[in-house]
């Protein structure tokens, strides 16, 4: 299949997983979990492995677990803002420029995944 519908069909078993498991029972944090799905898949197609959607879902799950309201270590005021800015929209934004300005030679949103061997 296309990579986009690969993406597409990652980002709602991630989502479906999430509201599995409890932790995206909101219409908030079902949102989060879309986008958030639907970047990793973006990095997925765009390094061709998924090494950097790990890594990326590793220093996301860190900082959030360390600043955040559920488990947070640190106490943060204005955490609305911090949550919304900080562990939303920068990362998110930032980590698709980044990949897809050092990776846009690999990414094709048309290439079917697997590509077949030549």
């Known amino acids: 299949m296309p990579a986009w519908q690969a993406v597409i069909g ?3 078993l991630f989502t479906l997983f999430g509201f599995l498991v ?7 944090r079902l949102a989060l979990f879309v986008v958030f799905a639907l970047l990793l898949g973006g990095f997925r197609a765009a390094t061709g492995n998924i090494w950097a959607g790990i890594g990326f879902h590793v220093a996301f799950q860190s900082v959030a677990q360390l600043f955040g309201d559920v488990g947070g270590v640190f106490d943060v005021t204005g955490s609305d803002v911090l949550g919304l800015v900080a562990l939303g929209g920068l ?6 420029i980044v990949i897809e300005r050092r990776h846009r030679h690999h990414l094709n949103w048309q290439a079917l995944e697997p590509e077949p061997a030549s």
């Open 10 to 12: 990652q980002a709602v």
């Open 22 to 28: 409890g932790a995206a029972r909101s219409p908030g």
């Open 91 to 96: 990362p998110f934004a930032l980590g698709w």
